[in-house]
Nanobody
Framework: QVQLVESGGGLVQAGSSLRLSCQAT????????IGWYRQTPGKERELVAT???????NYASSVKGRFAISRDKTKSTVYLQMNSLTPEDTGVYHC???????????????WGRGTQVTVSS
């Protein structure tokens, strides 16, 4: 069973940057698109960034131009560089494999614990 481990979150001030990391117990990154999701209280989990096997990226409009997703094959790690953070970016960030078979992105594996990002104003 694949286990996902996210890290790198923290408490920062608005305008700051953070880099999140995603690792897995098995090497899912070579065969799957990977996405970063954001969960905020009272809202559905939102897919904010994806990266394909060929390194094509896509972003939610709320983070485009501020966030950058990347993957390091040698370390079997996917990153989310977050710049110019705002309080609206506060939430628990999760990574997961992403399937597009139905036309809509859907997560492939059980969710990890995520990493908390809190941005103060």
């Amino acid at each position: 069973q694949v286990q996902l481990v996210e890290s790198g979150g923290g408490l920062v001030q608005a305008g700051s940057s953070l880099r999140l990391s995603c690792q897995a117990t098995t090497d899912i990154f070579r065969v799957n698109s990977i996405g970063w999701y954001r969960q905020t209280p009272g809202k559905e989990r939102e897919l904010v960034a994806t990266i394909t096997i060929s390194h094509a990226t896509n972003y939610a409009s709320s983070v485009k131009g501020r966030f950058a997703i990347s993957r390091d094959k040698t370390k079997s790690t996917v990153y989310l560089q977050m710049n110019s953070l705002t309080p609206e970016d506060t939430g628990v960030y999760h990574c997961n494999g992403v399937s597009f078979r139905t036309g809509q992105p859907s997560p492939l594996y059980s969710w990890g614990r995520g990493t908390q990002v809190t941005v103060s104003s």
